[in-house]
Structures are given as C-alpha cells and as structure tokens.
C-alpha cells in the first residue's frame, strides 16, 4: 500500500531564502509525482508534474526532482516571497492510477 | 477557458440527511476525480469518472456515490449524513486516464454537518 510522507509539517522562513520541501512514497513504482500549492479554504493549484521517467521539472523558481529508487521528492522555492506562504502538497500516481496526497507543509514566509 | 466548477460552494445539513455535490470539468477533459479533506485525515480519494465508468475507488463506505454524465460534468452523493462527513469536498478533472495529465481542481464544497 502506497504512503506518502512530507516533512516538515510546517515551515516559516523570511523572504529571500531558498528552501526546500520533502516528499517520500514507500513504494517505487509509480506513474508520476506532482506538487501542488493550496491556499486557506481553497482548491488544489498543480505546480510541477514529474513522470516516472523523468529526474526533474522546472518552472520559473520552481524545481522539483524525483528520486524513485529511494523514494523521495523534493521541491526547491527559490528566493521565497510573502506570495510563496501556503500549503505544498505532493501526490504520487501508482496502483489503479489513484493519486495518494501527502499531508502537506504549511509555508509561511515572512516579510 | 473556464476552469473546474464546484457547486455549491457552502452547504450546511444535519445528520441523517442526504446531499449532492456537483462538479464541472475543464472543458474537454474526460476524467473526474474526487476527494475529501479534513483536517486530521488530509486528502483522501473518494472515487474517479472516465467517460461516465467509475474506474476507480478509494476506501469508503457505500453512503458515498457518484456518477458522471455523458457531457463529463460529475456528482457525488452522500448519503444518511454523519457528524464525521463534515468536510471539503475537492473534484478534480483531466484530460485522460494517462500517466502524464496534470490535475485541476475546483475550489471545493464546504460541507458542515450539524
């Protein structure tokens, strides 16, 4: 049974730095990862799409990487701003082609 | 290009009854998916539409349904609502089945149960 983990739970840095959120899955074996932002009360914004083939994916200062034989996803905020503060949310498609969410990291980055 | 569409946006209901969430996809988009979020449990998969054929579903009891009609636009039913049901009810929709089809969501339904 796929798990996804990320860690920290919640994360508070001042503007300008880079930072970086984790994501682990317990099974290998997936079709695709993807990041997503949500902010308080709404829906789900996809960030970056990695596939199972792929090591990376960039968008402006976005960059996410995929490491399948250990399990883990990171997302890398480049030079975070005020605008960055949400939750960031991974989820692996694996299985029946299901997507399983992690818990998230609540992000706020301060002025 | 108008995006996933929720309706309502709030509900309020009382236990034992029933409720029906709707959802309309990106236009185009043949996939629909839905989920719920609690605070404890985060999001979890509830079930998944691909040309009016439930392809997938996660861990729920039958009090939770859904459909999805010949246009793609999808609803779920909950019914004998319980305390524990209160929640926001995420849809999701993409172009296919495939692997490598980003997902859109709508903002949600808000759903208190009293």
């Known amino acids: 049974k796929q798990e996804v983990t990320q860690i920290p739970a919640a994360l508070s840095v001042p503007e300008g730095e880079n930072l970086v959120l984790n994501c682990s899955f317990t099974d290998s074996a997936i079709y695709n990862l993807q990041w997503f932002r949500q902010d308080p009360g709404k829906g789900l914004t996809s960030l970056l799409l990695?596939?199972?083939?792929?090591r990376e994916q960039t968008s402006g200062r976005l960059n996410a990487s995929l490491d399948k034989s250990s399990g883990r996803s990171t997302l890398y905020i480049a030079a975070s701003q005020p605008g960055d503060s949400a939750t960031y949310l991974c989820?692996?498609?694996?299985?029946?082609?299901?997507?399983?969410f992690g818990t998230g990291t609540r992000l706020k980055v301060l002025a | 290009k108008a995006g996933v569409t929720q309706t309502p946006r709030y509900l309020i209901k009382t236990r034992g009854q029933q409720v029906t969430l709707s959802c309309s996809p990106i236009s185009g988009h043949r996939s629909v998916s839905w989920y719920q979020q609690t605070p404890g449990q985060g999001l979890q998969f509830l079930f998944e539409?691909?040309?009016?054929?439930?392809?997938n579903k996660g861990n729920f009891p039958g009090r939770f349904s859904g459909r999805q009609f010949s246009n793609s636009r999808s609803e779920m039913n909950v019914s004998t609502l319980e305390l524990g049901d209160s929640a926001l009810y995420l849809c999701?929709?993409?172009?296919?089945?495939?692997?490598?089809?980003?997902?859109?969501f709508g903002s949600g339904t808000q759903l208190s149960v009293l």
């Open positions: 989820a692996v498609r694996s299985g029946t082609y299901k997507y399983i």
């Open positions: 990695i596939q199972s083939s792929q």
């Open positions: 539409y691909f040309s009016e054929t439930q392809r």
């Open positions: 999701a929709s993409s172009l296919d089945l495939v692997s490598h089809e980003k997902l859109f």
